[in-house]
């Protein structure tokens, strides 16, 4: 694999004015292993329009499916590290086509399930399915371009991530208009069989790597699954059982002890899950925090804006999902520019600009009310796409820069950990402040002047943590600096 990477890199920088075979090759590989990310990716939100309909089929109040997000996104945010670390061992591309056979079938189980249990368990593994590909993506990608075209690559994947979150609720409205709430995971069959496909045909094999024994934090990734899942429960059930319950007590005291045994693992073991140490580094600790709150903040309009537009405006199912995509349109025509104006003006300036637009349009939107304008609206949900746009690829480039190539699988984990704890975080977040703001759990036909008071409320909070983000960004960078000099050079493992 080294050979090859290295023969298309040669290739690829001749000045003969034309796109080489080499530079080609890599597009291709860039399409196919994004593909199951998209989709996984789609995955994550686009059950949030089904919701009405699902609560009705299984008798239940919509905050109670909650668990259909949030079951998903633990299992990404649990194993993402662990096949971060195993796959630099044993190699990418095994874990990545297992990964995708895993996703396929769990998805089809999802599709099937006769149950709400049935489908919180299947949606499980399909999260371990998708977590398992989801770690070799940046890496593999990485290795494949040179670093000139970092920003570009790293552009492409984050823009990926964001549209497959924002798309997701446009495709589910979509596909749940026309087959039901469950023509949402049997797509995800024929999708992800192309992508094994192509993986198993485009993707240069792995280097023998087996008889490597791969240090693996173990002990670790168990106490990391043992915070996230009891804090993730306890703010689950607090909004129903009472911030006083025992049960929610014990949970969110479980969460602090897993915490804190959690950092001391990682602090003192020779090989850790996630290297806290590089938290100290300026650039890296303060873009992490940044990243962290906008994945927090993608799901308060992918999760509200669904629910406002087709319970307050009274608008059909379909026309919801077709109104979702003007935010993953909008970031969709913008992460390619915010790329290339990273990797030519630095990383500090658009992402302070879009943690700005951000800012202000939760603060427009709390405002909306249930005679507003589609108009007002789609502009708003434009906005937010763009603040998405701008946002990813140049924080991500400034934080992978900061370490250097030698790191990147370490950064790379790390943020990919932190996105999908920070979208869980965020669904379990949105019910959680909606309901203290409403003064009721969310259903199927709550009258629209409640449903309004959890709506623009939570959007005040999100506009409070943007303003967090944005003062992060700030701390980023020293007087002078806009960009930490890029250290990375093309992975050839």
């Known amino acids: 694999m080294t050979g090859r990477l290295r023969s298309m890199t040669e290739t690829e920088v001749q000045p003969t004015g034309r796109r080489s075979r080499g530079g080609m090759a890599r597009w291709i590989i860039l399409f196919s292993i994004t593909t199951g990310t998209f989709m996984a990716n789609v995955d994550a939100t686009a059950v949030v329009v089904a919701l009405p309909t699902m609560a009705r089929e299984f008798g239940v109040e919509i905050d109670s499916l909650q668990w259909v997000l949030s079951a998903y996104l633990l299992a990404i945010t649990a194993v993402l590290p662990f096949f971060g670390k195993l796959s630099d061992a044993i190699g990418r591309k095994r874990i990545l086509s297992v990964g995708l056979l895993i996703f396929v079938i769990a998805s089809l189980s999802v599709a099937l399930a006769p149950a709400l249990a049935a489908m ?4 499980v593994l399909q999260g371990i399915g998708a977590g398992m590909f989801m770690a070799t993506i940046t890496p593999m990608a990485l290795a494949s371009f040179p670093v000139a075209q970092r920003g570009r690559i790293l552009g492409i994947i984050g823009s990926t991530v964001a549209a497959g979150t924002l798309l997701g609720p446009a495709l589910g409205g979509v596909l ?12 995800n069959v024929p999708v992800g069989l192309i992508g094994a496909i192509g993986t198993l045909v485009l993707l240069p094999k792995d280097s023998n790597k087996w008889n490597r024994a791969p240090q693996l ?16 429960l306890g703010l689950g059930f607090a909004p129903r059982l009472g911030w006083s319950s025992e049960v ?9 002890v897993a915490c804190a045994l959690f950092i001391l693992r990682e602090l ?11 938290f100290r580094r300026r650039v890296y600790g303060w873009g992490m925090l940044a990243a962290f709150l906008s994945y927090i903040l993608m799901l308060f309009p992918a999760f509200l804006f669904p629910l406002y537009l087709h319970d307050v405006l009274g608008w059909s199912i379909g026309l919801t999902g077709l109104m979702m995509t003007c935010q993953a349109s909008a970031m969709l025509l913008v992460s390619p520019v915010s790329g290339w104006w990273s990797d030519r003006a630095g990383s500090q300036r658009p992402a302070l600009v879009a943690l700005a637009v951000m800012v202000l349009t939760f603060l427009a939107a709390s405002f ?5 304008s589609p108009w007002l609206v789609a502009a708003l949900l434009v906005l ?41 975080i965020g669904v379990a977040l949105t019910v959680l402040l909606y309901q203290l703001f409403a003064g009721s759990p969310a259903t199927a036909e709550i009258p629209a002047d409640r449903f309004l008071a959890g709506f623009q409320g939570v959007l005040l909070v999100g506009a409070s943590l943007a303003a967090i983000a944005f003062l992060a960004v700030l701390f980023m960078y020293r007087a002078g600096s806009a960009t930490p000099e890029p250290r990375c050079r093309p992975l050839v493992d």
């Open 217 to 232: 934090d173990i002990l670790g990734m168990t106490l990391f699954i043992a915070f996230s899942s009891t804090l993730l």
């Open 248 to 256: 929610v007590i014990a949970l969110l005291a479980a969460a602090m």
């Open 368 to 372: 909306l009310e249930a005679d507003s």
């Open 176 to 187: 749940t208009g026309a087959f039901g709430w469950r023509g949402i995971f049997l797509i």
């Open 384 to 424: 937010l796409g763009v603040s998405v746009g701008l946002f990813s690829s140049p924080n991500i480039s400034a934080v992978m820069g900061d370490l250097g190539q030698d790191h990147a699988g370490v950064a790379n984990g790390t943020i990919a950990t932190l996105r999908n704890l920070g979208r869980s």
């Open 268 to 278: 003192t073991t020779a090989s850790p899950l996630i290297n806290l140490r590089f």
């Open 120 to 123: 919180i368990l299947f949606r």
